[in-house]
């Protein structure tokens, strides 16, 4: 009971009473299922056993044996099972949060009349000095009058002369 936020394990007690197997009535078989989170996706699961008799036994011993055997190979065969589906939960879950991701990124198709000023932008480039939209440049470059060899263009502010030079 209480705010469903402020748990911190749940805890789950069972009983097993054997009926219709010798010495049935002489015990029950009590489990207790500790499961605590260890962080904000795992959790951990401790599970334990207590064999209670009421009645006396030579055959003791050679029950509780068997209860634990039996109960230890039925909850292996349990924890598989539960991590086969929490797997395909989890696998699930990564395919809907992808969906979901791929929907919020459709492509946008970009006239092609932006296309050059886009590349100018995402490469850093300033525009153009008279304001008027660039064309792609993303293979012209500049061409250096001293030998024709490819640079970028000169684009640092004119420099002027004080008058006191």
Known sequence: KGDPRSITGLVIETVQVMSGIPYGDYFRVE???NIVPTSSSTCQLRIAMHVPFSK???????IEKGAQEESTKQYR???SIAKKRLAE???QQ???KM???KKKTQQVKV???WQGEINRMLKGERPPPDGSPSTDTSNQKAK?????RHSQPNTAAPHTADEGE
Do not use: I, L, N
């Not at 006396?56 to 050679?62: E, F, I």
């Not at 250096?144 to 024709?148: E, F, Q, S, V």
């Open 111 to 113: 006239p092609a009349e």
């Open 144 to 148: 250096d009058p001293k030998g024709g």
């Open 94 to 96: 990564a395919a809907t």
């Open 77 to 79: 065969a349990w924890v």
């Open 89 to 91: 939960y989890a696998r």
């Open 31 to 33: 489990m207790q299922h």
């Open 56 to 62: 006396k036994t030579v055959w003791k011993s050679q």
């Open 99 to 101: 969906a979901a991701e």
